[in-house]
């Protein structure tokens, strides 16, 4: 009913750039609060970034003042643009938005099968 397609995840070395994609299709009524989580090799999943319907945005410490969050809400998509790329950014990073069908009175959380990134010279 809902996808979440993920996008531009790979190997960078350190001090490099990706941008990743996430775009939600399906019978989308609304969408609400958008996200990107990540999944060390160690570690548990954390929240990297989220940003709301307002375009009001929250970061990791950890990511602050070198990722970016945005979205387009004309294609239910969410961004992570992410700069100055550290080992310790590895791993895999998944999606998350909040979503109200055409078919549900209250918005459900979804999430996408994840996109590695790898940081490493």
């Known amino acids: 009913q809902v996808q979440l397609v993920e996008s531009g995840g790979g190997l960078v070395q350190p001090g490099g750039s990706l941008r990743l994609s996430c775009a939600a299709s399906?019978?989308?009524?609304?969408?609400?609060?958008m996200g990107w989580h990540r999944q060390g090799p160690r570690n548990q999943r954390e929240l990297v970034a989220a940003?709301?319907?307002?375009?009001?945005?929250l970061y990791a410490d950890s990511v602050k003042g070198r990722f970016t969050i945005s979205r387009d809400n004309a294609k239910n998509t969410v961004y992570l643009q992410m700069n100055s790329l550290k080992p310790e950014d590895t791993a895999v990073y998944y999606c998350?938005?909040?979503?109200?069908?055409?078919?549900?009175?209250?918005?459900?959380?979804?999430w996408g099968n994840g996109t590695l990134v790898t940081v490493s010279s």
């Open positions: 998350n938005v909040n979503l109200v069908l055409y078919t549900q009175l209250f918005g459900m959380d979804y």
């Open positions: 399906g019978r989308i009524f609304r969408t609400n609060a």
């Open positions: 940003i709301t319907g307002s375009g009001s945005t």
